[in-house]
């Protein structure tokens, strides 16, 4: 029985074509800086979103720590939303990497709007902690893959501008966003000083985010990611992979859409589900729970037909399309679900 693995978009195996990119790398020593590779692989994300420079760091999660502790100063005060990656995924990275103190806001899709920061911020006195980062997450992997309003965000940065506040981007998705949305990368970009991308999620590369920012704050994150051990060598194989993803695998990231969609709504049949519709605005979808069954009853149901997902809570479970689950893939899914799920 073929296994139906929705757990994540990371679980994409490389194509063929991009084994062959692998295998015809040109490589050098990245920490050196001479991998050809790596350079090209940096400068094209770059280009792509409108930065100056960028920097390949083995993970999403290294990318943001990096970014919050180049921008940062222990004691410094971080916004960003209560379901946000770098806080719930990042084994407290902001408080043990960079000192930080993490002001959690509660918000309905993920988006901390202009007003809510305005209000955020704390009086410049003897007591209180400088409030000086906001942090965003687009797409909002637990809000479900919803799209930040990219009007919110231009009144976000104009009080980041007004108030001296730096602004980040945990960009893991914005891939799907740019599709989403058709609103260009750059454009998507811009408001930010610093965006971590990307590329083995819904692109498909087996490792891999980048960095993007100016050359100055790349050279900063460039000596903390050696800090962090995540100077490597002849990485230009693996760079090869991203380079290929980017360059051959956006535009089908359509297609997790759809599927997601087509997902959601097989899913919204079944008594045991309430799938929140409006959420399903890319490639994740979140299922609540509505019968006695917990999250770990039902997914150890779905691993009996050869299903996988993930849970999300105790009465949610999140179900990620991705370019090795096609249409036929989700449909079978849920022929198999109606065999042991109501």
């Not at 679980?11 to 090209?40: C, H, K, N, W, Y």
């Not at 104009?158 to 949305?181: M, P, Q, S, Y």
Request: net charge negative; aromatic share 6%.
């Amino acid at each position: 029985m073929k296994i139906l693995d929705f757990r994540s978009d990371t679980v994409t195996r490389p194509s063929a074509e991009m084994r062959q990119a692998i295998l015809t790398a040109a490589v050098g020593d990245d920490v050196f800086g001479d991998d050809p590779t790596v350079i090209e692989l940096e400068q094209y994300v770059a280009d792509l979103l409108g930065k100056e420079a960028g920097l390949y760091v083995p993970s999403g999660t290294m990318g943001n720590q990096i970014c919050l502790k180049a921008h940062s100063q222990p004691g410094w005060e971080l916004l960003c939303d209560r379901e946000c990656h770098v806080v719930n995924y990042e084994v407290a990275g902001p408080a043990v990497h960079s000192g930080l103190l993490v002001n959690l806001i509660t918000t309905k899709y993920g988006m901390i709007t202009a007003d809510i920061v305005r209000r955020s911020i704390r009086p410049k006195n003897v007591h209180c902690p400088l409030t000086k980062m906001v942090a965003l997450e687009n797409t909002h992997n637990h809000h479900g893959g919803t799209i930040l309003p990219h009007d919110e965000i231009l009144e976000v940065r104009k009080v980041c501008d007004e108030f001296d506040l730096i602004f980040h981007l945990d960009g893991a998705r914005i891939w799907n966003a740019h599709v989403a949305t058709g609103i260009a990368l750059p454009e998507l970009t811009d408001p930010f000083d610093s965006v971590s991308v990307c590329l083995s999620k819904g692109l498909g590369a087996p490792i891999g985010s980048v960095l993007a920012a100016s050359a100055d704050f790349i050279t900063r994150c460039r000596r903390e990611r050696k800090l962090f051990g995540g100077g490597m060598r002849q990485v230009g194989i693996l760079a090869a992979a991203g380079l290929y993803a980017l360059k051959n695998n956006i535009p089908r990231l359509a297609d997790d859409h759809a599927n997601a969609k087509f997902l959601a709504e097989g899913l919204a049949e079944f008594e045991t589900f309430d799938i929140p519709m409006d959420r399903v605005q890319t490639n994740i979808v979140l299922a609540n729970i509505v019968s006695d069954s917990s999250a770990e009853d039902v997914l150890a149901e779905m691993k009996q037909v050869g299903v996988l997902a993930v849970p999300f809570g105790p009465k949610q479970i999140r179900m990620v399309t991705h370019l090795d689950a096609s249409r036929a893939d989700c449909q079978e899914a849920l022929e198999r679900m109606k065999t042991v799920i109501n």
